[in-house]
């Protein structure tokens, strides 16, 4: 049987409020397309009801986008891969129910995805760059509900060799953020003003966590007592300090981060370091990670901006490498909020 030169893989993400779909031709993208919720804001955080609506509302026209803007049409898909999880299980179900049923339709394959395996495998897209993480490998996922350090062996086998026991680190990013009364999502915000600010000015606590374990609460309880102390003596204390809080704040997480990193790399031999997930756009994550490139000889892999937040084109190319092992699903597999890697 003659194998098809080219495989066309769309890929569906809808595990949080992005909203997104990608066309992949092999390892290549063709198309990208994110609908970001906004209801969420005056929230200051997401709220699951409201994510799952906005999905069914944003996913027809997102694939329609996604498939006109690669130029080909629904029956030159080879398969459709989606996000099982983990996530949010009411907006999991929006992707994988449309994906299950554009599958039937059509007639082509299912492949599930892991969300978190995706935003390491995401270094693998072939976006004209040379350098590729070679195994093994550690993958860092940060974000909004995950903090890991995973030992990457292949595609397919890896290992968390240290986790959050608590807030994920975009956690801790958005609550103090709440504190010091910045608008959600508040990282992005936080990593802008921090360049204006001074990271020695105020000292919190950085938790003692055994191995290769992450504690936040800690530093957000730190955080929280310094405010409502300072405060007190100065109601205008938040306002006038605002670019050395946010900055003192971000040194401590990124303090915290790179402490189990360094300790990781140690135990384990590995010295190739790949992140992934939205924090690790933040620019003084990049910044620490590139500064051990050159003191510790780490080979660090950072991917594009549109990589870093949950995005379609990382589940297409997981759907892709899955296609090629021949690695498919059927319709009665079940999303699944907690979903381990």
């Known amino acids: 049987m003659e194998i098809a030169k080219n495989i066309y893989i769309l890929g569906i993400e809808s595990s949080c409020d992005d909203t997104s779909a990608a066309v992949l031709c092999n390892d290549k993208v063709l198309s990208n397309i994110v609908a970001t919720q906004q209801v969420h804001k005056e929230y200051g955080g997401v709220v699951p009801e409201l994510a799952s609506r906005a999905h069914q509302q944003h996913i027809v026209p997102v694939i329609d986008q996604a498939l006109k803007k690669a130029d080909i049409s629904k029956n030159d898909l080879s398969a459709i891969a989606y996000t099982r999880g ?41 976006d004209e760059k040379t350098d590729v993480p070679k195994f093994p490998f550690l993958g860092v996922t940060i974000s909004g509900g995950h903090t890991q350090i995973v030992k990457v062996k292949d595609y397919f086998e890896m290992e968390v060799i240290g986790e959050t026991l608590d ?123 590139l500064e051990k490139k050159d003191s510790a000889g780490w080979n660090v892999f950072i991917p594009k901006f549109e990589y870093c937040t949950d995005n379609a084109a990382m589940i297409g190319i997981v759907g892709y490498l899955k296609f090629q092992k021949n690695q498919f699903t059927d319709l009665a597999t079940a999303s699944k909020a907690r979903y381990a890697i």
């Open 86 to 126: 983990p996530g949010l299980m009411g907006s999991l179900l929006v992707g994988s129910s449309f994906a299950k049923s554009l599958s039937l339709a059509l007639g082509i394959p299912l492949i599930e995805v892991n969300h978190m395996q995706a935003h390491l495998l995401a270094h693998f897209i072939n």
């Open 167 to 289: 807030d994920a680190i975009g956690e801790a990013f958005d609550k103090c953020g709440k504190m010091i009364k910045l608008p959600y999502p508040a990282g992005p915000e936080i990593d802008k003003l921090s360049k204006l600010g001074n990271p020695s000015k105020f000292e919190f606590a950085k938790p003692k966590v055994k191995g290769l374990d992450f504690s936040f609460s800690g530093l957000k309880t730190s955080v929280l007592y310094f405010l409502q102390k300072q405060t007190k003596e100065n109601p205008e204390f938040i306002s006038e300090n605002i670019e050395d809080l946010c900055a003192s704040f971000q040194r401590k997480v990124i303090d915290i981060l790179m402490t189990k990193l360094t300790k990781a790399v140690k135990e384990t031999g590995i010295n190739q370091i790949a992140i992934g997930g939205g924090v690790s756009a933040n620019s003084g994550i990049r910044n620490a990670l």
